[in-house]
């Protein structure tokens, strides 16, 4: 990557390989940055997430920087697991185990904080409970659909947290001693 | 005698074991654990737990959930405390039926919280165990 030189408040710089001055890609961190919080703002207000993920993002550190991607890809792998089993088991009126599966969605979507994904858990235990096939059947197409909804969601946040970590991650060299 | 105290202190490592068969939750309360320098163990269900404590392992706290496969949380708690484990036994669970928290706490439980566990919460498990943590 060419080196770029600060003097007397004049940039003298080269293109990095995107095409773009290299002084501008701080920019695009910051912008990213800001795209990144909007986000994040919208899937609360919209209530797809809580509070929780806040807490998942706080356990983030140096020593696991990638907790947050790793702990949402287990989820994500198990959640499809589940969703299948289920529509199996509403198939065949298992009712009994598909409370059990619902158990196991809701408690992983409540600890990442997914909480509409979370709630029609809920709603479809209920149905299960009173063993109300045609509830079950709504329950888990809204179930499907939130779980779709939350996985496109996450995936775009966690393209534009790559996008801003690959420019944030442009390193500029000393200042040119003999200038 | 107070820089003893704080030696002393700096030296406490608490010991921790996650018994849950959901990975993520697993996942997430081991590393908060880890960030509160609790060092700690998971396993997947209730027997795995009970056949831990056989081996001779003991830990100040033992996060238990509820519904497990193989052994669920009531009966592996029961087991523990029939064998005269007095660590610091903690439900966690998302049931939030009176009846069945009320089941799980007679089976030995020193406390229970409703899942997801945050930082707070746990943060006051581990004062009731040492409150210098």
């Known amino acids: 990557m060419n080196k770029i030189w600060l003097s007397s408040g004049v940039l003298n710089s080269q293109l990095a390989k995107t095409g773009l001055p290299l002084w501008m890609l701080g920019l695009g961190a910051d912008l990213l ?14 209530g797809v997430l809580d509070e929780q993920f806040l807490q998942l993002q706080q356990l983030q550190d140096e020593a696991s920087p990638n907790f947050v991607s790793e702990v949402l890809n ?11 089993n289920l529509r199996g088991l509403l198939m065949e009126r298992e009712y009994k185990k598909m409370e059990i599966h619902l158990n196991q969605l809701m408690g992983s979507s409540s600890s990442i904080g997914a909480k509409r994904v979370t709630n029609v858990c809920v709603a479809f235990r ?45 390193r500029y060299p000393e200042q040119n001693q003999n200038q | 005698m107070e820089s003893q105290n704080n030696n002393q202190n700096l030296t406490i490592q608490l010991t921790a074991l996650v018994v849950d068969d959901n990975k993520v ?18 396993v997947k269900n209730g027997k795995e737990a009970v056949d831990i404590h056989c081996d001779g392992r003991r830990f100040d706290l033992i996060l238990m959930d509820l519904d497990m496969p193989i052994m669920n949380g009531i009966e592996a708690t ?4 029939s064998m005269g484990i007095s660590s610091m036994i903690v439900g966690v669970s998302s049931r939030c039926t009176e009846a069945e928290i009320q089941k799980f706490m007679e089976a030995g439980l020193n ?7 945050n930082i707070a919460k746990l943060s006051s498990i581990l004062h009731m165990i040492n409150p210098n943590y």
């Not at chain 1, 990144?36 to 207000?45: D, S, T």
């Not at chain 1, 287990?74 to 299948?84: Q, V």
């Not at chain 2, 406390?111 to 566990?117: A, F, G, I, M």
Request: glycine fraction near 4%; include cysteine.
């Open chain 2, 78 to 81: 029961k087991e523990l405390r």
């Open chain 2, 25 to 42: 939750n697993r996942k997430i309360h081991q590393k908060m654990l880890d960030n509160v320098r609790v060092k700690n163990l998971g």
């Open chain 1, 74 to 84: 287990i989820y994500f792998h198990e959640s499809e697991k589940l969703l299948t």
């Open chain 1, 33 to 46: 940055w800001a795209d990144m919080n909007r986000l994040l703002a919208f899937l609360f207000h919209q």
């Open chain 1, 126 to 170: 209920a149905a299960t409970h009173h063993t109300n096939r045609a509830g079950c059947l709504h329950a888990l197409e809204m179930l499907e659909h939130e779980y779709c909804y939350l996985k496109n969601k996450l995936h775009e946040l966690f393209q534009i947290e790559q996008q801003r970590a690959l420019v944030a991650g442009v």
């Open chain 2, 111 to 117: 406390d229970y919280h409703e899942k997801p566990l």
